[in-house]
């Protein structure tokens, strides 16, 4: 979770004069830092593919400027994108912020925050997020978006994440464990059951998120060794002896228009949609903060 902003981007273009065989070579220098001033047109939704997709729709943004998953971002975006062909979903990816903007949010029911990582949006950007999700939209929170890297933005750590991570073990970095569901009756954890075992990084953090959340899921910490023995400041990463002291799959509604978020730790490998249960809970949160499922609203409560 090293702090890699503010990021130098170097690039050599090459220009070459039509009317001469030299070569002039031109260095272009672009510096971005989390409060940038540059500004980027958003990336075109309208045409010929997002004018043929169904609502709800999904925005899902992945840009990084801290830590990057590729391989996690690729295996959530394939996952998503089967979830919505089958669900009847309309999806958009993107990692260009931009998008966040009153006009091109208005488009979208629910934004998937796919490992997105660092002070990706803009003050105004997180205003127009902030705005478009009072509505009564949705957010789902994968893996990396639930990491130390989001301080700068106290809605989003505070309100929607609601915990701040603290590391994870490294030494064997991914693990298998057994997570226990804590709310089997919540519509995110439809289909599947008191517990499953996975295979993924483990989150740690600080405390449980706030009574404001509903825990959905928690670490049995018995199951895999929640030491960190190269990584970070700390090597005891136990939270607590029960499933309920270590939550790793979250929910929230927010206002009076009942905005619904989701966060789930699980999702650093690519492999993890290969699992039957971090599809289907993909799936539910989807339908679920998309307002697809529970009408009433029961899974506020
Ligand atoms: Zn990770």
């Known amino acids: 979770m090293k702090n890699l902003s503010p990021l ?31 500004t980027y047109e958003a990336p ?69 925050f796919n490992n997105m990582t660092g002070d990706a949006l803009t003050p105004a950007q997180e205003v127009a997020f902030e705005t478009w999700l009072a509505q009564g939209k949705g957010a789902v929170l994968i893996h990396g978006a639930g990491d130390a890297s989001h301080k700068d933005w106290d809605f989003y750590h505070n ?30 954890m439809a289909g599947i059951g008191n517990e499953f075992t996975a295979i993924d990084e ?10 404001d959340f509903i825990v959905l899921a928690g670490l049995d910490e018995s199951t895999y060794s929640p030491v960190n023995t190269v990584y970070g400041d700390r090597s005891d990463l136990r939270m607590g002896p029960k499933p309920e002291d270590h939550p790793i799959i979250w929910a929230k509604c927010h206002g009076e228009n009942q905005a619904r978020t989701v966060f789930t730790a699980l999702g650093h490998r690519y492999e993890t949609y290969e699992a039957n249960e971090a599809t289907q809970i993909l799936r539910n949160a989807l339908n679920w903060t998309a307002k697809k499922t529970d009408a009433e609203g029961q899974g506020c409560r």
């Not at 004069?17 to 220098?29: F, H, P, Q, V, Y």
């Not at 915990?163 to 569901?181: G, K, N």
């Open 202 to 211: 483990w989150y740690t953090f600080e405390a449980p998120p706030g009574d």
């Open 8 to 38: 130098f981007a170097v690039i050599l273009v090459a220009c070459s004069a039509a009317s001469s065989s030299d070569t002039d070579l031109k260095e272009i220098t672009e510096t971005k830092t989390p409060e940038t001033t540059v």
């Open 44 to 112: 075109a939704t309208t045409g010929r593919y997002f004018g043929y997709v169904p609502t709800p729709s999904i925005l899902i943004f992945s840009e990084t400027r801290d830590w990057r998953h590729e391989e996690g971002i690729v295996g959530a975006d394939l996952a998503i994108m089967k979830a919505a062909k089958d669900m009847g979903l309309g999806y958009f990816t993107t990692e260009h912020s931009a998008i966040f903007n009153e006009k091109e949010l208005a488009k979208f029911d629910v934004v998937v």
């Open 159 to 188: 309100e929607i994440l609601g915990a701040t991570f603290v590391s994870h073990p490294m030494a064997p970095q991914f693990q298998e464990a057994r997570i226990e569901v804590l709310n089997t009756a919540h519509p995110v």
